[in-house]
Nanobody, 111 residues
């Protein structure tokens, strides 16, 4: 069983920043490709960003230039730095690895 725990969500004004974290206790974390997804109300879940074991990052078109994914293998944690947030970024953000999902963390961008 793989457990993923997201944190860092909250309410932020447009143009603001948040940093999400996803931690696992599994010590083989360093070998996994990690993903961040999001799902807004009434919409399908979409891939936001991914990072390979070697640190190669890819991003969805809607977040390129504003979001940055990173990982700390010593802490078994992946991060999503979100800058210049927009109301359309409002969603539940999920961490995913090898088919397992975290419980999600709510991000709300509103004035």
């Amino acid at each position: 069983q793989v457990q993923l725990a997201e944190s860092g969500g909250g309410l932020v004004q447009p143009g603001g920043s948040l940093r999400l974290s996803c931690a696992t206790t599994r010590n083989i974390f360093s070998t996994w490709t990690m993903h961040w997804y999001r799902q807004a109300v009434g919409k399908e879940r979409e891939l936001v960003a991914s990072i390979t074991a070697g640190g190669r990052a890819t991003y969805g078109d809607l977040v390129k230039g504003r979001f940055s994914i990173s990982r700390d293998n010593a802490k078994n944690t992946v991060y999503l730095q979100m800058d210049n947030l927009k109301p359309e970024d409002t969603a539940v953000y999920y961490c995913n690895a090898i088919g397992y999902w975290g419980q999600g963390t709510q991000v709300t961008v509103s004035s």
